[in-house]
């Protein structure tokens, strides 16, 4: 069955610290990993696409990392900032299918000043 | 560019009556999505579409209707809502299913069926 679990469920960090989210996926045959940022009453937004052939990628203070033959992917946040107060969805693609997405409940992060 | 807009933004609804929201986009996408958000759950698909005249059920399709007249619009259709309807409604959109084609979301539509 096709999976995608994040732990953790929330977290709360002092401004300027770093943080680390995990997703693990039992998704097949992968095709890519993205990391969207949803904002407290928006929709959700892209951070970063991971495919099979990369490691590790990073997006200004954003750094996701991915392990294919684990199963795993991680997004690190360096020096927290307050606008990083948001929930971070992980969302895997299957190969084909227009239904080939399939979701993470999401890490609700919270930076405190 | 506006991307994929959503209206109403907030509504709230009596139980039984029945309502649309819409949702368009102005990327000449051909997929088109609604998503609904429960407080501190996942996304969940309702219903999607491949392109005009195509749609198919999703995840959690009772209670709703789409259709997909034109590549841009999407409306989704609320019949007999139940306070079980409350939720945030997200429409996205993508070019297709391949490569690594991201999801362009609204911003969302807040029902509340009481």
């Known amino acids: 069955k096709n999976q995608v679990e994040q732990s953790p469920q929330s977290l709360i960090i002092l401004e300027g610290k770093n943080c680390t989210l995990q997703?693990?996926?039992?998704?097949?045959?992968?095709?890519?990993l993205r990391w969207y940022k949803q904002d407290t009453g928006r929709g959700p937004v892209s951070l970063t696409i991971m495919t099979f052939s990369e490691n590790t990628k990073s997006n200004g203070r954003y750094t996701a990392t991915l392990d294919a033959d684990t199963k795993q992917s991680s997004l690190h946040i360096t020096a927290s900032q307050l606008s990083d107060s948001a929930s971070y969805i992980c969302?895997?693609?299957?190969?084909?299918?227009?239904?080939?997405?399939?979701f993470g409940t999401g890490t609700r992060l919270t930076v405190i000043p | 560019n506006a991307g994929v807009t959503q209206t109403p933004k907030f509504r709230i609804l009596k139980i039984g009556q029945s309502m649309t929201l819409q949702c368009t986009q102005d990327?000449?996408?051909?997929?088109m999505y609604w998503y609904r958000q429960d407080p501190g759950m996942g996304l969940k698909l309702i219903y999607y579409?491949?392109?005009?005249?195509?749609?198919d059920k999703g995840e959690v399709p009772n209670g709703y209707n789409v259709s997909r007249s034109t590549t841009e619009d999407f409306p989704l259709r609320l019949e007999l809502a139940a306070p079980s309807q409350t939720s945030v409604y997200f429409c996205?959109?993508?070019?297709?299913?391949?490569?690594?084609?991201?999801?362009?979301f609204g911003e969302g539509s807040r029902l509340t069926v009481l």
């Open positions: 579409s491949v392109g005009a005249g195509i749609t």
């Open positions: 996205a959109s993508r070019r297709d299913s391949g490569g690594n084609g991201e999801l362009f």
């Open positions: 990327m000449n996408h051909n997929y």
């Open positions: 997703c693990n996926y039992t998704v097949s045959p992968f095709s890519n």
């Open positions: 969302v895997v693609s299957a190969q084909s299918g227009a239904n080939n997405l399939f």
